[in-house]
DNA sequence: TTTTTTGTTGATTGACGAGTCAATAAACTT
DNA sequence: AAGTTTATTGACTCGTCAATCAACAAAAAA
């Protein structure tokens, strides 16, 4: 049966079932045989491909990390002006592929890892260093002095609806959830039009 | 040794070693004996008063949220004019009392709870009506149709400032913190001064 | 003063789960 | 063909921890 090159396989069937699997019960608790049984294996194996359950977490996070970082830059190309890339920006936040209630679950437990596990406090900051600097490239042109709390609201918001998103049941509208947002900056730049 | 009278006194004890516990470990994998010891005595006594570990959970979540609602409550008595209260009840979230690091560590941590515990998801949709209703009353008579809106955005900017403070090291700087809701707020509210 | 209630803990039980190991087998290398 | 690497798992170890129990002590009630 081994077929050989089955690792990189393997290891994604892995992430994705971690994924599902702390979306699904709502916490880091969640077994490794619970893990290994979705994707399709024995938890011996996933011990095997990921030498602890912490490193499957955190290839979870870096996966769901590079996913979102792809829809931040796949929506700027697309946009234009300072004014579209800001919007292009939030509205990637609450794509689709983003939006999901698996997802959403697993940030707000990723979040409680980097409480403890100094390797995804780390994933996270480089996640808020990203949004941020995205932000503020074109919040500078338009608020000046007062870009930085600008971009320090907005991405309070946006984490913000995420954390509420997850205490709904239901799907979730990205569409609505992006509105919160939008209102926000329309509200703010409004100070600036003229 | 024994006197009688302790159960509130051990209670008491017990919840606030569980917030601190919770706050500490920066999860909710704190062991009954470790809050047990904290609050000076044995994890089997711990048991004896409350039935389980959820229970204890339980009851430093309600224990939070009814210091939140004093805050609340107390600030709103001190305060005039709907755009007066609304500022109140904003800087009341951010509280020396309320905006602690163990109190944000708990918050952050009981939000997961939620997503397992009904009781726990209950106990947070109480608090969230309260806010929004809060919100609400004095948003209405100064944004009308579009107080509904405002109210979902300032909650969601007070939710994720909590949130990003979890992330950050160091003492809480609930002025900063308030100042990026209140940026919210007032922005919101320029749309509307005439 | 007996009895009951309240306070208290050390020791134990029972379950569960992360990580390891030994064994088996297919596929490549030489 | 012999040897090595890769895939795969069932069984096992070892630790941890929530919850319970048995036992002891002091206070309050009878």
């Known amino acids: 049966m081994p077929k050989v090159g089955m690792e990189p396989i393997r290891k994604a069937a892995l992430v994705k079932a971690t994924i599902v699997e702390i979306g699904r ?3 880091l608790d969640v ?4 893990i290994a049984k979705r994707a399709g294996m024995s938890s011996a194996l996933a011990h095997h ?3 602890s ?3 499957m977490f955190l290839a979870a996070m870096r996966h769901i990390l590079s996913l979102y970082g792809a829809e931040v830059r796949g929506a700027l190309t697309a946009a234009h002006g300072h004014e579209g890339r800001l919007r292009a920006v939030v509205l990637a936040n609450f794509s689709a592929g983003n939006f999901r209630r698996e997802v959403i679950g697993a940030w707000l437990n990723f979040w409680v890892l980097a ?4 390797q995804a406090r780390r994933l996270l900051r480089v996640y808020q260093g990203r949004l941020r600097s995205n932000l503020l490239a074109s919040l500078r042109p338009l608020a000046g002095a ?4 600008l971009a320090e609201g907005l991405g309070a918001v946006i984490d913000g609806v995420y954390l509420r998103e997850a205490l709904k049941s239901g799907a979730p509208d990205g569409r609505a959830a992006a509105g919160v947002a939008l209102n926000y900056l329309n509200s703010q730049l409004k100070d600036f039009s003229k």
């Open 25 to 27: 019960v709502g916490s």
């Open 31 to 34: 077994t490794v045989s619970q």
């Open 115 to 118: 409480q403890t596990v100094p």
């Open 146 to 149: 007062r870009a930085t709390e």
């Open 53 to 55: 359950k912490e490193d």
């Open 49 to 51: 491909y990921f030498g």
